[in-house]
């Protein structure tokens, strides 16, 4: 870590509580809740407001978490706009069976595309609440951070000179690939890792959704999903191997594959239309234990990333910025550090859990296709048993909607 942060002829360093690195949901909702507290607080970005408004990503959203957005005073556009689901499909050996999941909690889905929310956030940020954002800063670096005088340095975008920020605490919400999850020494963290052998060619389609509700297909070639975005896009999935090629997978063979494997008895094959996106994702999980380092505190795929089988990533996200936004709120107008202190073991209890369901959900998905008929059989038992056992169902229900896990 560098410890060298300022040097002659750079600006004089500026000061901020705290500072976020990463303009994502986790960050710019950190950021929100320290702005509605009155404190001062910088976000740092490498990407521009545009690119990061527009990058695709999640779509499902927890009641649980939008009801945080909501106390928080960040969810008026999402509950306007957003599509509520309260079921979902599966489709194996040839049948549909529809799985009812607000009959059984009470509890339902909302389906807000990640650039929506992230915009609102943004505009909520910095042009309502009045919070600093830099986009497009480069070499971002974090300093003395096991100090009392952690700083965080960057290259101006338009100066290309560093500039360098005093402050208490420094929030990681930059991703899996960011500069606060390298900033850690190896020796500090415990990173858990879990690779599931599998690919998913991920797929926005310009069509609108076959169903109105998610649909997973679990077949002998490999499991499809059907996400819907909007009545214009869809999100599909395809079971492929890991490091595949998206260029392997051409307009035919894509439209094919769904038609197959979300085929069943009186179901409608998927609307064709222009893919506006193909990339292959690994399917692997990591957890970095702790999440605290010295004045560096981490959030979201920063600390862990979970699958995307079982769409947890944005839903974890949200849950540690809440805690840790509240938690230096408390911190820094009260003096009051106890959630500070019990952060990481908070946050970890819901990430292990979602962990726990993702891979579960994944021999549900991908076990009739794994080519051993021993847990073909055990799937297919484990998918029937969602639909002839009240409990059975009611457990899925609740690890599915994320209302389980009571922390």
């Not at 990173?191 to 509700?213: F, K, N, T």
């Not at 769904?258 to 990339?279: D, M």
Request: charged share 25%; net charge neutral; glycine share 10%.
């Amino acid at each position: 870590m560098d410890q060298t942060p300022h040097r002659s002829g750079s600006p004089a360093p500026q000061r901020f509580p705290v500072v976020v690195v990463g303009a994502g949901p986790a960050g710019l909702t950190v950021g929100n809740i320290l702005r509605a507290a009155g404190l001062d607080c910088l976000v740092l970005e490498s990407e521009t407001r545009e690119s990061v408004e527009r990058r695709p990503r999640a779509g499902v959203i927890e009641e649980r978490a939008v009801r945080g957005l909501e106390r928080r005073g960040l969810a008026r556009n999402l509950l306007e706009r957003a599509e509520l689901h309260t079921a979902c499909e599966f489709r194996f050996d040839g049948e549909r069976y529809r799985f009812p999941y607000q009959e059984l909690t009470g509890s339902h889905h909302w389906v807000y595309p990640q650039p929506l929310l992230v915009t609102d956030l943004v505009r909520e940020y910095a042009d309502v609440r009045g919070g600093r954002i830099r986009f497009g800063v480069r070499d971002v670096r974090l300093h003395d951070l096991d100090g009392g005088r952690p700083s965080v340095s960057y290259l101006c975008p338009e100066t290309g000179r560093r500039q360098v920020v005093r402050c208490d605490f420094v929030a990681g919400c930059d991703g899996a690939r960011g500069v606060t999850r390298a900033s850690v020494a190896p020796e500090r963290a415990r990173v858990a890792r879990h690779d599931y052998g599998i690919g998913w060619l991920a797929l926005l389609a310009e069509a609108p959704p076959s169903a109105d509700c998610v649909l997973f297909g679990c077949h002998p070639d490999g499991f499809a999903g059907q996400m819907p975005r909007s009545p214009e896009v869809t999100r599909y999935y395809l079971q492929c191997p890991p490091g595949d090629d998206p260029d392997n997978w051409p307009h035919e063979r894509v439209w094919a594959e769904l038609r197959r494997r979300l085929g069943a008895a009186g179901a409608p094959p998927p609307a064709e239309g222009p893919l506006l996106e193909k990339r292959v994702l690994a399917m692997h999980d990591y957890v970095t234990e702790p999440m605290v380092f010295g004045r560096l505190f981490l959030a979201g795929d920063a600390a862990h990333l979970v699958a995307p089988i079982a769409a947890k990533g944005m839903n974890l996200a949200l849950h540690d910025a809440f805690l840790l936004g509240d938690a230096l709120a408390a911190r820094l107008t009260k003096g009051d550090d106890s959630e500070l202190a019990g952060y990481s073991a908070a946050c970890l209890r819901r990430v292990w859990d979602y962990q726990e369901f993702s891979q579960w959900l994944s021999e549900l998905y991908h076990g009739t296709a794994a080519g051993d008929p021993f847990r073909a059989g055990t799937t297919l038992a484990r998918l029937r048993r969602l639909f002839a056992s009240p409990s059975a169902a009611a457990a899925f229900a609740e690890q599915y909607l994320g209302t389980a896990a009571r922390y």
